[in-house]
């Protein structure tokens, strides 16, 4: 059982190149999201998806796609990079919203732009 | 907007000492989640609360939440290097009902021998 895979586990661009970082689960979830973690700032939502062909923003969202194609994937897009967009970026997910289940997260995509 | 604060922010103790992280929270919500994330890894779940006064217990690590404070605990007992981590409490507002969670800054814990 592979839970969460997230591609690739590290990535460096250059200001302007975009992007997209891939998540996968294997354990029929409806609910998965994006989280960027910066140093002294802890986990910041950037998008949601709580079931297939359902998106909604988070916190941070700007600069940022995401699409909901399946239940299995949901990848996160990065139009135009920005230096302010260096971060490790999780993907998590979990059962339901109606279930209070916990996240289960994948282990991060570190994304450095120059 | 749901605010989240988490401390201390750095702790660092000896082993067999005991300890409680503090997490409080600026809404109402009667769900609080506790993850752990060790250097350079992931998060792993520790403890989902879902109720006042909930309290629950793994091992050396006790989690509590109090909803009418905003308040969760988490107490470290005899603390072990192997505790060394950072942890973080979410808290899910219950406007949102579980599809936003907002995390606290975390807890970067460091036990020496």
């Known amino acids: 059982n592979a839970g969460v895979t997230q591609t690739p586990k590290f990535q460096v661009l250059k200001t302007g190149q975009s992007m997209t970082l891939q998540c996968a689960q294997d354990m029929n979830h409806e609910y998965m999201s994006w989280y960027r973690q910066d140093p002294g700032m802890g986990l910041r939502l950037i998008h949601y998806s709580v079931g297939a062909g359902i998106t909604d923003q988070g916190e941070v969202p700007n600069g940022y796609n995401v699409s909901r194609s399946t239940t299995e994937d949901f990848p996160l897009r990065l139009l135009s990079a920005a230096p302010s967009q260096t971060s490790v970026y999780f993907c998590?997910?979990?059962?339901?919203?109606?279930?209070?289940?916990?996240?289960?997260f994948g282990n991060g995509t570190r994304l450095t732009v120059t | 907007e749901l605010k989240v604060e988490q401390n201390p922010l750095f702790l660092s103790m000896q082993e067999g000492k005991n300890y409680t992280i503090y997490c409080n929270y600026s809404t109402t919500s009667d769900r609080l989640y506790w993850y752990r994330q060790d250097p350079g890894k992931s998060l792993e779940s520790l403890f989902v609360?879902?109720?006042?006064?909930a309290v629950k217990q793994e091992g050396r690590l006790m989690a509590s939440l109090d909803t009418k404070a905003r308040l969760s605990t988490l107490h470290i007992t005899a603390a072990v290097h192997d505790l060394s981590a950072t942890y973080f409490c979410?808290?899910?507002?219950?406007?949102?009902?579980?599809?936003?969670?907002?995390f606290g800054e975390g807890t970067q814990l460091t036990v020496n021998p």
């Open positions: 998590a997910s979990s059962y339901s919203v109606s279930v209070n289940s916990p996240l289960h």
């Open positions: 979410a808290v899910d507002s219950q406007e949102t009902s579980g599809s936003r969670l907002t």
């Open positions: 609360l879902l109720s006042n006064g």
